[in-house]
């Protein structure tokens, strides 16, 4: 069975511009979350769609936003990028509700100059 | 704040020796997970906890749930450079799929 895939896996941008990423969740796997991972903050939430419908969200500013499409892909969108936001951004997939098992794909480095 | 609290940051040892990694919250948490991460990758699940009290082994690692589920350990024994890596744990509340991850310990085993 496939992992989670990310595209791309590399990416830079400067500030001020907007970028998509993409995330395959594992077949069958309904749910997708999103993850930023910086060294000074470590792995934070960001959000998590099931069935197309964002369930939770973490406290990040309305800059970041998702969407879950009808085959479970996802994709999140960053607009009027910082500096900041430079991280690796990760994607997690779990089959759904009351199944806590995250699996993580190989994450989109994003470098913002 | 970190809700889960991982000690230590940092670990060497050398080949062979057994290491323990902590995970300490004042919260608790329906289930608890312990991920490996590589350099430019993602974590990878080692195991999942749920249970107070539950012990899990895998191999040469040990994973234990404290008994009201808010900490945890992960005990590796005869430790191999191919353990190297960044572990991580992360919790779990009942609604949805959000994971709280704690900070991450560095092991570093030197042959």
């Known amino acids: 069975k496939a992992g989670v895939t990310q595209t791309p896996r590399y990416l830079i941008k400067t500030r001020g511009q907007q970028v998509t990423l993409s995330c395959s969740p594992i077949?069958?796997?309904?749910?997708v979350s999103w993850y930023q991972q910086t060294p000074g903050q470590g792995l934070q939430f960001l959000f998590e769609?099931?069935?197309?419908?964002?369930?939770n969200k973490g406290n990040f500013p309305g800059r970041f936003s998702g969407r879950q499409f009808s085959n479970s892909r996802s994709e999140m969108n960053v607009s009027t990028l910082e500096l900041g936001d430079s991280a690796l951004y990760l994607c997690?997939?779990?089959f759904g509700q009351g199944n806590f098992e995250q699996f993580f794909g190989p994450g989109t480095r994003l470098t913002v100059l | 704040t970190q809700l889960l609290e991982q000690s230590p940051q940092f670990l060497s040892i050398q080949e062979g020796e057994n290491l323990t990694v902590y995970c300490n919250s004042s919260?608790?948490?329906?289930?608890l997970q312990w991920y490996r991460q590589e350099p430019g990758e993602g974590p990878v699940l080692l195991v999942t906890?749920?249970?107070?009290?539950e012990v899990k082994k895998l191999k040469r690692l040990t994973f234990q749930f404290g008994d009201a589920r808010k900490d945890s350990s992960l005990h590796i024994t005869a430790a191999q450079p191919g353990d190297t890596g960044l572990y991580l744990c992360?919790?779990?509340?009942?609604?949805?799929?959000?994971?709280?991850f704690g900070g991450g310990t560095r092991v570093l085993v030197k042959p």
């Open positions: 906890v749920v249970t107070g009290g």
């Open positions: 077949s069958g796997h309904r749910s």
């Open positions: 997690a997939s779990s």
């Open positions: 769609y099931f069935s197309e419908t964002q369930r």
């Open positions: 992360a919790g779990a509340k009942a609604a949805g799929n959000k994971l709280t």
């Open positions: 919260s608790v948490f329906s289930s």
